[in-house]
């Protein structure tokens, strides 16, 4: 079993829809998460973390399930600059340890 | 501009040679990690230094890979007897020493390409 696992998509979807993505982690002692997102050959940026108790900023909203270990991410009112890979991340259980990413979803907006 | 910086942005090499990669991290960043990202993948972990100290070496993909950060600034990736199947991205990402959560900040990686 993959440590992240993602659909990769490509979700093509229309302008203004809402969107949701998630991901499942093997490792039960993961301590940290979050979303980034990656454009077409550049690097990752990071979009957010995700909380236990869920989080939103803006029209973007993330949730934690980790009895299940999954992630989730949530797009309202997207918009065609939404277009990108977004990639699911968790940390070990060492805190400080590399990132452990998914292979990403692509996700398409449409006009 | 304060982010993290990587050079060369591109590097196209031949099989055989050796090749070194230079990382900047965001200057008061303690934490700098590498990561190799190939086509349709997620980045992968490498290696991570806090200040000067190497503290994971265990996922470098083979021996011909190594990486220094001598002065616990700036850190230097070479990869030895370039191969075809290196051919990726290669990623620095920086964090904050105390940061509890370790969100990472990436350069925008050098392509290498190894014929």
């Known amino acids: 079993r993959k440590e992240v696992e993602q659909d990769p998509g490509p979700f093509n979807v229309p302008e203004g829809a809402t969107v949701a993505f998630n991901c499942t982690y093997s490792?039960?002692?993961?301590?940290?998460f979050f979303w980034y997102r990656q454009d077409c050959r550049k690097e990752p940026k990071l979009l957010m973390s995700v909380y236990s108790s869920g989080n939103e900023d803006g029209r973007f909203t993330a949730q934690l399930n980790r009895a299940s270990q999954y992630i989730s991410l949530l797009i309202r009112d997207s918009k065609l600059s939404d277009s990108a890979t977004y990639l699911c991340?968790?940390?070990?259980?060492?805190?400080?340890?590399?990132?452990?990413f998914g292979k990403g979803t692509h996700l398409i907006i449409q006009p | 501009d304060t982010g993290v910086s990587q050079n060369p942005r591109h590097k196209i090499t031949k099989r055989g040679q050796n090749v070194t990669f230079r990382c900047d991290p965001i200057?008061?960043?303690?934490?700098l990690y590498w990561y190799r990202q190939t086509l349709g993948q997620g980045p992968e972990f490498l290696t991570y230094f806090q200040n000067e100290a190497q503290l994971e070496k265990s996922r470098l993909l083979s021996d011909r890979f190594s990486a220094e950060r001598p002065k616990g600034s700036f850190s230097t990736l070479e990869i030895q007897r370039t191969e075809q199947g290196d051919s990726a991205m290669y990623l620095c990402?920086?964090?904050?020493?105390?940061?509890?959560?370790?969100?990472?900040?990436f350069g925008p990686g050098t392509r290498l390409t190894v014929l």
């Open positions: 990402a920086s964090s904050p020493l105390g940061g509890v959560r370790n969100e990472q900040f």
């Open positions: 490792n039960s002692a993961s301590q940290s």
């Open positions: 200057s008061e960043h303690n934490r």
């Open positions: 991340v968790v940390t070990g259980g060492g805190g400080a340890d590399g990132l452990t």
